[in-house]
């Protein structure tokens, strides 16, 4: 009795196999003219994609590395890339030395915040404190984050709501300007903020 | 199209906050761009399940955790700070595959 049944049920999932894991990835030149690297692991071997529109196909069977067209790119990915948010612009505010005031280019900077944020669908700021070389990472951290929030109140004064703001202190991970341990740089000492 | 947030189902509009574990699910005239706190920015096309499975990102060291699944449609990534510094800390999953992402900008489908 359940032979019969055995011919067609084992057909019907050969064929489901078929229909599934067909994978089709595209590493994309960086809008820096930079290229990346995505490496592919499947069942079926690891391909690595490291040149401009290099392509893994995946099958059931086996997996393809190719290049991928520009017009396959975008009759298959158009719509999605059209989905693509804005991206990130990062502005960067240097404080008058010794006091809480910002330089007069910092404050050109501030209106192209606002102008950035408002050609934005869903605008978000993070707020990046940056310092010197000079002092501990502990103290650098601390301090760094001390002027983000000082910034982020700056913002919110000027109508933009805090829910949208976050902060971090960076410390002094990421110098502008290379500079020996333990030397004062005022180019460092400086607050990003990077709208998304 | 909406989201899926521990098995309920809500409708999804520009601004909407994405929590990690949360599922984006797009339907034939639906896409979707998300933009990540440490700079990674994603867009789903039409037709397509992405879930946000793990997200993790330390403002200050950089360190952090991104693993996302499709599994279903398409995917287009720019990878953001997180990848950046870690190498291995960016993982886009397919039903049958796992993307180790070592930075920029990617092209994902799945299924047919």
Same mark, same amino acid.
């Given at each position: 009795?359940? =032979?019969? %049944?055995?011919?067609?049920?084992?057909?019907?999932?050969?064929?489901? &196999?078929?229909?599934?894991?067909?994978?089709?990835?595209?590493?994309?030149?960086?809008?820096?003219?930079?290229?990346?690297?995505?490496?592919?692991? @499947?069942?079926?071997?690891?391909?690595?994609?490291?040149?401009?529109?290099?392509?893994?196909?995946?099958?059931?069977?086996?997996?393809?590395?190719?290049? =991928?067209?520009? @017009?396959?790119?975008?009759?298959?990915?158009?719509?999605?890339?059209?989905?693509?948010? *804005?991206?990130?612009?990062?502005?960067?505010?240097?404080?008058? !030395?010794?006091?809480?005031?910002?330089?007069?280019?910092?404050?050109?900077?501030?209106? &192209?915040?606002?102008?950035?944020?408002?050609?934005?669908? =869903?605008?978000?700021?993070?707020?990046?404190?940056? #310092?010197d070389?000079?002092?501990? /990472?502990?103290?650098?951290?601390?301090?760094?984050?001390?002027r983000?929030?000082?910034?982020?109140?700056i913002?919110? +004064?000027? &109508?933009? !709501? *805090? +829910?949208?703001?976050?902060? =971090?202190?960076?410390?002094?991970?990421?110098?502008?300007?290379?500079?020996? /341990? &333990?030397?004062?740089?005022?180019? @460092?000492?400086?607050?990003?903020? !990077?709208?998304? | 199209? %909406?989201?899926e947030?521990?098995?309920?189902?809500?409708?999804?509009?520009?601004?909407?906050?994405?929590?990690? #574990?949360?599922?984006?699910?797009?339907?034939a005239? +639906?896409?979707? +761009?998300?933009?990540?706190?440490?700079?990674?920015?994603?867009?789903?096309?039409?037709?397509?399940?992405?879930?946000?499975?793990?997200?993790?990102?330390?403002?200050?060291?950089?360190?952090?955790?991104?693993?996302?699944?499709?599994?279903?449609? #398409?995917?287009?990534v720019?990878?953001?700070?997180?990848?950046?510094?870690? *190498?291995?800390?960016m993982?886009?999953?397919t039903?049958?595959?796992?993307?180790?992402?070592?930075?920029?900008?990617?092209?994902?489908?799945?299924?047919?």
């Open positions: 009795m359940h =032979a019969r %049944y055995l011919g067609p049920l084992a057909a019907l999932l050969v064929l489901c &196999g078929c229909a599934t894991s067909r994978d089709l990835v595209v590493l994309l030149p960086g809008k820096d003219g930079k290229v990346g690297k995505v490496i592919v692991d @499947n069942p079926k071997g690891e391909t690595v994609l490291d040149t401009a529109y290099a392509a893994a196909r995946t099958t059931d069977n086996n997996v393809r590395r190719d290049k =991928a067209s520009q @017009n396959e790119v975008q009759s298959i990915f158009g719509e999605t890339l059209e989905a693509m948010p *804005p991206r990130p612009i990062s502005f960067t505010l240097y404080f008058e !030395s010794g006091t809480d005031e910002f330089t007069e280019a910092s404050k050109r900077e501030l209106k &192209g915040v606002l102008a950035e944020m408002a050609r934005r669908p =869903a605008p978000e700021i993070t707020v990046i404190g940056h #310092t070389q000079a002092g501990t /990472d502990q103290m650098n951290d601390a301090l760094s984050l001390q983000a929030r000082r910034v982020k109140s913002l919110v +004064g000027m &109508g933009i !709501s *805090p +829910g949208r703001i976050l902060t =971090a202190g960076r410390g002094r991970r990421e110098p502008l300007v290379r500079t020996a /341990d &333990g030397v004062s740089e005022p180019r @460092n000492r400086r607050v990003e903020i !990077s709208v998304r | 199209m %909406y989201l947030r521990s098995g309920k189902r809500s409708p999804a509009h520009v601004g909407t906050h994405l929590q990690a #574990t949360d599922t984006v699910v797009t339907g005239d +639906g896409v979707a +761009g998300i933009t990540f706190i440490d700079n990674s920015l994603l867009s789903v096309g039409p037709n397509s399940v992405l879930q946000i499975e793990r997200y993790a990102f330390n403002s200050t060291t950089h360190e952090g955790v991104f693993d996302t699944t499709l599994t279903r449609g #398409t995917l287009s720019v990878s953001g700070k997180i990848a950046k510094q870690s *190498p291995d800390a993982k886009v999953r039903p049958s595959s796992i993307l180790g992402v070592r930075g920029t900008e990617f092209l994902v489908r799945t299924g047919e």
